[in-house]
């Protein structure tokens, strides 16, 4: 099975327009609703992270002592929680961990754990284009 997403357009302060890689996905709440979500696609990003509030909208449980610390570029600290999730992309449904900030000045980041594994990743700027390949190890 092959996914493609597209490139978006956005303004930097830096270097004016420029290219993201976006990928427009489903997340199955506790409830069982799907609640779809648009993340950069990261490949300096161990793990797939989420803000506070579209994991209040998942249902996630706020428990102190599962409170971990994921460490950034520039050597910041978020406060997250790590849990289990459904995630639909295109028609490819499976659990990824997420990692929950407790904050809600973070960017929805689409990481590696359970992604890189699963698919093979093209990323073309030229065309615009981000593929997602179905590997064989699943």
């Known amino acids: ?11 930097s302060e830096i270097t004016g327009t420029i290219l993201r ?9 506790r409830s069982g609703e799907w609640i779809e979500i648009r993340m950069y696609i990261d490949s300096g990003a161990d793990m797939t992270l989420i803000p506070l509030s579209f994991g209040r909208l998942l249902g ?12 950034g570029v520039g050597g910041g600290e978020v406060p997250v929680i790590v849990a289990r999730v459904d995630i639909r992309m295109d028609d490819v449904e499976f659990p990824i961990d997420v990692a929950w900030a407790l904050e809600e000045d973070v ?25 997602f390949e179905e590997s064989n190890k699943t």
């Not at 099975?1 to 303004?11: A, C, D, L, V």
């Not at 996630?60 to 460490?71: A, V, Y």
């Open 1 to 11: 099975m092959t996914i493609e997403f597209r490139y978006r357009e956005e303004e």
């Open 21 to 29: 890689p976006v990928a427009a996905l489903e997340f199955k709440s």
């Open 60 to 71: 996630l449980e706020l428990r102190k002592e599962d409170i971990k610390h994921l460490r």
């Open 107 to 131: 960017p929805p980041l689409l990481g590696r754990t359970d992604i890189f594994d699963r698919f093979k990743i093209m990323f073309n700027q030229g065309s615009r284009s981000i593929i």
